[in-house]
């Protein structure tokens, strides 16, 4: 990895440790969805069971550390503390993109997490317009050469169009992906976004190419827009990330509309804006298989190291418990099928995101 990218690495966690990076406008939505309290729930709170399957594996908790870092020693540090976390929940973990590792191979120690945690699903992660540089047998070496159970292909335009050296040329996209599921097996291939969201037409494309696991990755929570206009000093760039710093699809209609419009063919990592236990038991029933969080981890590292990472995990999972106790579910199938009060903007969203799958 070249000075220039390592430098870009650290920087863009400094700024996402400090900065105003959220996109709050219109956020992701689950303030405006409501779960129905049930005040005679017939069971006690050691039956509730949180358990759930991932990729063909078992998890204790539908919680998936999503793509954050790796390539540096700090990312190094980083991800053997998340991977511990991981371990300790029986949740899943994903790596930040392995760009790295494939221009320097000594950058795998940073992405090598089998020892630190034996037993959690750890998810790889290339970018899309890098895998189609790296072709399917450099991507699937990356994910072979530190034992992961998945790779993630992440999806990043709106941060590309915002940096002044970023890709432009966007053709050729889902043909990458149809070879990369035939390359490593539509089980191995999960396809994120990085903060703007995936609607149930690209989800229909998506699985039209092989794809069963999908990261919305929606608005609401970490904005790359947002990111690269703090760290440029151009005032165009700044403009473009000011008026675009909130786009996107909002995490929890996306979530919705995509289990409507796809069924339970998909398997669906609801990231962007989870913020609490409350938001992931949310993400579940409105039909997601498993939340994921990115910046809270991150804020909770470089605040209080990894005894931050598990208090905001332990939080996580005891918001999620509590959910689960006051709305009368014993476990996540009773959690999926809990009445929601749907507010306005998160209707007309859902309307709209289902109306154009359709169309
Ligand atoms: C510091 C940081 C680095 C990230 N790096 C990556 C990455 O390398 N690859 C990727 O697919 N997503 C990356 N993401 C996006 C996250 O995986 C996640 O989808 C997104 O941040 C939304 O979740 P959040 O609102 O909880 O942060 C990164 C996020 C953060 C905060």
Known sequence: MSLKTIQRKDHHLDLCAREDVEARQPGALFDDVSLIHEALPDFSAADVSADCCFLGRRLRAPLMFTAITGGTERGG????????????????????????????????????????????????????????????????????????????????????????????????????????????????????????GISPATARRLASAGVRAIDISGTGGTSWVKVEGHRSEASGTKRMASLFGGWGIPTAPAAAALREALGSQMTLVASGGIRSGLDLAKAIALGADLGGTALPCLRAW????????????SSLLEGLRLAMLLTGCRNLSELRRAPLVEGEAFGRWKTALLKQAAG
């Open 302 to 313: 470089e605040s209080g190291g990894e005894e931050a990472l598990e208090s905001l995990t």
């Open 77 to 196: 540090e980083f991800n053997r503390a998340l991977a511990r976390t991981a371990e300790r929940h029986g949740l899943a973990i994903g790596l930040g993109s392995q760009r790295a590792m494939a221009e320097h191979p000594e950058a795998a120690a940073s992405f090598s997490l089998r020892q630190d945690a034996p037993h959690a699903v750890i998810v790889g992660n290339i970018g899309l317009w890098q895998a189609r540089t790296m072709g399917p047998d450099g991507v699937k070496r990356l994910m072979e050469a530190i034992g992961a159970d998945a790779l993630a292909i992440h999806l990043n335009v709106a941060q590309e169009l915002i940096q002044p050296e970023g890709d432009r040329d966007f053709s050729g996209g889902l043909k990458v992906i149809e070879a990369l599921v035939r390359a490593l097996g539509e089980e191995k291939i999960l396809v994120k976004e990085t903060g703007c």
